[in-house]
């Protein structure tokens, strides 16, 4: 069946180092993945996304990764600041599925100062 | 530009009252969902909207569970004889049809 998780519960990260978050998915019909920001009482805060058709897209200071052949995707956040510090979560559309995502437990990212 | 935004941010209520929970969509955006986060865990998906209509409800948990969108735009998640177990953040987000979707600040319901 369908279904996002996630490799690593918690990742600490120096500041200034490079942060790598793991995802994998379990559904090769999906044809869009996104990853989302979520700080301690707020919503999920969209960061990138991407498409099946695609291998990485990059934003600022991030890029994410997709592996189609083992169904993994990750993302890259370049030059970790405190201000990432958060629990980050991936999320799936499946092809042709009504719109709704289908979203990991999260990894929460702690920058060490 | 405005975001989604949710409203009330906090509901406390009794176990077996009823609640209504609000939610602004971003301007122009057509299509609207609902997602209920529990303590640790990712959003799960609970109705989805496109325009008026419900387009898929299959996450919702039971017909405790209701939810109405009269003119396209604001939406109502509304929960009958409330139980303990219905204690998450309720989480809204909104898209302009296309695949990204923005998500406001969440209803914290808490049913004691």
């Known amino acids: 069946g369908e279904s996002v998780g996630l490799h690593l519960p918690t990742l600490s990260v120096q500041e200034g180092d490079n942060s790598i978050i793991n995802c994998a998915y379990s559904n090769s019909a999906s044809d869009y993945f996104i990853w989302y920001k979520q700080e301690s009482g707020k919503g999920p805060q969209f960061i990138i996304d991407i498409r099946s058709n695609m291998d990485k897209r990059q934003g600022q200071r991030v890029t994410v990764l997709l592996n189609k052949t083992v169904k993994h995707l990750s993302l890259q956040i370049a030059a970790t600041q405190p201000g990432d510090s958060a629990v980050y979560f991936c999320?799936?559309?499946?092809?042709?599925?009504?719109?709704?995502?289908?979203f990991g437990k999260g990894t929460k990212l702690s920058v060490k100062p | 530009g405005a975001g989604v935004s949710q409203t009330p941010s906090n509901k406390v209520t009794e176990k077996g009252k009823y609640v209504e929970l609000r939610c602004d969509p971003i301007?122009?955006?057509?299509?609207l969902y609902w997602y209920r986060q529990s303590l640790g865990q990712g959003p799960e998906f609970l109705i989805y909207?496109?325009?008026?209509?419900?387009?898929?409800d299959s996450g919702l948990p039971n017909d405790r569970f209701f939810a109405v969108r009269p003119e396209g735009s604001v939406s109502t998640l509304k929960i009958q004889r409330t139980e303990r177990g219905d204690s998450a953040v309720y989480l809204c987000a909104s898209s302009r049809g296309g695949d990204t979707q923005y998500f406001g600040p969440g209803t914290r319901l808490t049913v004691l």
């Open positions: 301007s122009g955006h057509t299509a």
């Open positions: 999320a799936e559309k499946g092809r042709g599925s009504q719109g709704n995502l289908i």
């Open positions: 909207f496109q325009g008026t209509g419900a387009a898929d």
